[in-house]
């Protein structure tokens, strides 16, 4: 049973993966789709191309409208010397072309929408990021095998990185970010250069070829990986032997050159069919600082830092141990690549790359984490008490990082900018806590209203107030009976905005006798008596049963909304058996000099 358990990881890990997509992924809300973020620009080549015969891309706002319907829409489209280019690299559309030729297929024969966009493509995309995974899993355990690893520490290597990462979070979660992908070419790439350093032969050298052209259509800073080479062969003599294998003939050395060519060539054509130039800068003024790398904040800051999130990836560092005792050549090599790829990732200009959990640009080179613990698993291999003591901690890990991704997944630890405070803050909770936090430097004015329900300060209804209950002094203010709207705020919005970036915060303390609230806050806009802006925030996650709980929610409200309307605030619950109550309500509007949410 051991031994199927070793040699069927990859496809153990599949199943769960696989149970674990239908539990936390719905892609029939507009808000869980698969298809998502970059996502939408890298599959948009092929909807593009093969649908919409459109490659200016002006088939955008349809799709958002119809399938996504936000406030705010995923514009993958540059300009570029006066042209439409699409900003993203196109080897994620390659790797998609399968899965999106089945579900155009299904769709056609099952009488779905044939858009590109419809609800068979948005799962035929779940199942792709699930496979590449599988792939990915697959050709690294080869690898790591090919690397004398055990079939039981290979085993748990795989556990570790498919269970004890944040692969998980950007497989199922957001798995059409370009990754899970990059996981997969570069362990294929990794182990056709090993075959091919090992016993020559045309095939593997040429696939290995190939999948690197395919790594840098990607993500080009990714093409950092043919330092790894060295590495793979095992020693100097074994790399001079497979570069004179390699470019000694030019049978062999021609078609490898024009393999490692064929993708980067490919999305050279498709920059020219966009612009009618065959290279193209897509990211616009964004860029790399090398002279200002956030080299420790992408590693060990608590805003997305590897190491804060991902222990498991700290720990297979102690591998360079076992290498620079055993093998200084390969030491270097591993060495000066890894530096090099967290030189290069934390001088990008938004280091974060966004990441909702971990760093996420670390996933792509998962390959080489995984060859450091299986040399760090030899290092503590004979001693007795550290291989018990890893044990628990790869289990304590192993647990915290499925905790940690439930947390990301029910948005424990908010999405954006994570300070201390907010980590600490968030590290042992199971349920949301509903805070907002902005950074202070970027609020350029700000205007606060506050009601404690103690004394009429002229704001509308105030038949909602109660003695029977207050969180502080002696009045809060109900909601659901007599009336279904508490104390609410009404001013006019026009004096109180500064700038193009406003954001309503409000913040209160609530109680409510149900565990499930059925209670809304309502921020909106209106002008002589008609709402022209609305948003409702529901309070049902956020609540504790029979508990005074604080609570803060911010909603932004586009400039052009504002003109001449009056802001209104106020809680709303249409259950009169809810006992729900409201004190110390305060409205905060700030006009920011940027973005805070930086989109």
């Known amino acids: 049973m051991k031994a199927l ?62 399938y996504y319907n936000h406030n705010k829409i995923k514009d993958f489209r540059q300009s570029f010397d006066g042209e439409i280019v699409n900003m993203y690299f196109p080897g994620l559309a390659f790797l998609f072309l399968p899965f999106f030729v089945i579900a155009h297929f299904l769709s056609i024969l099952l009488g779905f929408p044939a858009d590109g966009y419809s609800i068979i493509y948005q799962y035929a995309l779940g199942f792709a990021a699930i496979f590449y995974l599988w792939a990915g899993l697959k050709f690294l355990q080869k690898l790591l095998l090919s690397f004398s690893f055990s079939k039981n520490h290979t085993a748990i290597i795989l556990i570790l990185i498919a269970l004890g990462t944040n692969i998980n979070y950007y497989t199922l979660k957001e798995g059409t970010m370009s990754h899970i992908y990059s996981f997969a070419v570069v362990s294929a790439f990794l182990f056709f250069v090993w075959q091919a350093a090992t016993n020559f032969r045309l095939k593997p050298i040429l696939l290995a070829a190939m999948l690197f052209g395919l790594i840098l259509i990607i993500r080009p800073t990714n093409g950092l990986i043919v330092l790894l080479v060295p590495l793979i062969a095992g020693s100097r003599q074994g790399f001079i032997k497979l570069l004179k294998n390699t470019f000694s003939s030019y049978k062999v050395t021609i078609p490898v050159l024009a393999l490692t060519g064929l993708f980067p060539f490919l999305m050279g054509l498709l920059w020219y069919l966009q612009s009618g130039h065959w290279i193209v800068y897509s990211y616009g003024e964004h860029g790399f600082d090398f002279l200002n790398p956030r080299f420790f904040k992408i590693l060990f800051g608590f ?52 990441s909702n959990f971990s760093n996420r640009t670390f996933i792509d080179i998962y390959p080489i984490i995984a060859i450091l613990l299986g040399y760090f698993l030899l290092l503590i291999h004979d001693k007795v008490w550290l291989k018990k003591m890893f044990t628990i901690i790869f289990i304590f890990l192993l647990a915290l990082n499925n905790f ?83 104390i609410g705020l009404l001013v006019d919005a026009k004096p109180l905005i500064t700038s193009d970036f406003i954001h309503v915060v409000v913040s209160a ?72 109550l409201v004190d110390n309500l305060k409205v905060q509007v700030i006009s920011f000099f940027e973005d805070p949410e930086g989109e």
């Open 404 to 486: 940690q991704f439930y947390q990301h997944y029910k948005y424990i630890f908010p999405p954006g900018e994570i300070t201390f405070d907010i980590y600490t803050d968030s590290f042992a909770r199971t349920v949301p806590t509903a805070r907002v936090r902005f950074p202070e430097e970027l609020e350029k004015s700000s205007r606060v209203f506050e009601n404690d329900f103690e004394n009429n300060y002229g704001w509308q209804n105030y038949g909602s107030v109660t003695d029977s209950l207050a969180y502080d002094g002696n009045f809060a203010s109900r909601a659901g009976h007599p009336n279904d709207y508490s």
């Open 5 to 66: 358990f070793a040699k069927y990881t990859p496809e153990i890990i599949l199943v769960v993966y696989v149970i674990l997509f239908f539990l936390v992924k719905n892609p029939n809300s507009q808000f869980d789709r698969v298809l998502i973020s970059d996502g939408k620009g890298y599959y948009g080549y092929l909807t593009a191309i093969f649908i919409y015969n459109d490659l200016d891309y002006s088939f955008i706002e349809d799709y958002e409208a119809k």
């Open 303 to 354: 805003n997305k830092g590897w190491f804060i999130y991902t222990p498991i990836a700290f720990i297979s560092l102690g591998g360079f141990i076992w290498l620079f005792r055993k093998n200084r050549f390969q030491f270097w090599w591993a060495f000066t690549f890894l530096l090099l790829f967290i030189y290069t990732q934390s001088s990008w200009f938004c280091w974060t790359f966004t």
């Open 509 to 580: 303390l609530v109680y409510s006798n149900l565990k499930y609230s059925g209670a809304q806050l309502i921020i909106q806009l209106e002008n002589q008596g008609k709402i022209t802006h609305y948003h409702p925030v529901y309070l049902h996650e956020f609540n504790r049963q029979n508990k005074w709980t604080y609570m803060e929610f911010s909603h932004e409200i586009p400039k052009a909304k504002i003109n001449n309307n009056q802001l209104r605030v106020f809680f709303f619950n249409k259950n009169q058996n809810e006992f729900f």
